[in-house]
């Protein structure tokens, strides 16, 4: 069984500048999320997705981020404009569905150095 | 509010035994896990709680207490490639609402010695 693929695995951008992250889950895995995990502490949700739908967006600093689900598969996370703090590495992962015992299967990150 | 609480480093020797407490506090608990992260890599899934006592999955078992708010992982026969982080996360239902999140905790950073 093929895991979550991202892309791209590195990304070096200036701050004030735009990018994007792009996430495949497991097939057949309902529920994707995205997290932001910042060196030293652990994976912060950023958006849960329930097919193409938002579950939750709540951490999401919606005035520079944004994510989309198209068709309930893939998805995209965005920043823009970029901000020093947003160094970190982006997290995507997926689930069966968002009941109870459905663990997460995480991808192997986007590490964001913003300069 | 949601809080979750786990030492942020311990030390320990190849083949002993160590616990990794976590506590927290969440307005709608509803499971918690025990995930796995090596320096530079994804989280992996250890383990999952929903009802108080023990979990025994090979050398790692997870216990939990819903009434003290509180869980730990038990690794048993140490091995150097134990050496990561051990990340505690809660699902918190939301009131009036089938949605459900996993808040993650810092990690407890494991160092383990020859």
């Known amino acids: 069984e093929a895991g979550v693929a991202q892309s791209p695995r590195y990304k070096i951008i200036e701050k004030r500048q735009s990018v994007a992250f792009w996430c495949n889950p497991i097939s057949g895995h309902a529920t994707l999320y995205w997290y932001q995990q910042i060196l030293g502490q652990g994976p912060k949700l950023l958006i849960q997705f329930q097919n193409n739908g938002v579950v939750d967006d709540s951490q999401l600093p919606k005035d520079r981020f944004s994510a989309e689900r198209l068709k309930g598969v893939d998805s995209t996370l965005k920043i823009q404009p970029a901000k020093l703090e947003d160094s970190a590495v982006y997290l995507c992962a997926s689930s069966v569905g968002q009941g109870i015992s459905y663990e997460q299967y995480f991808g192997p990150g986007t590490r964001l150095t913003v300069t | 509010g949601q809080n979750i609480d786990q030492p942020t480093e311990m030390t320990a020797t190849e083949g002993a035994i160590v616990q990794i407490n976590c506590t927290y506090q969440t307005s709608g608990f509803n499971g918690l896990f025990w995930y796995q992260q090596h320096a530079g890599e994804a989280p992996t899934f250890l383990s999952y709680?929903?009802?108080?006592g023990l979990e025994e999955k090979g050398r790692f078992s997870s216990f939990l207490s819903r009434s003290k708010g509180y869980s730990y992982l038990l690794l048993k026969e140490l091995q150097m490639k134990d050496s990561a982080s051990y990340l505690c996360a809660v699902r918190d239902k939301a009131m009036y609402s089938s949605a459900s999140k996993i808040i993650f905790g810092s990690g407890t950073r494991l160092s383990i010695r020859p």
């Open positions: 709680n929903v009802l108080d």
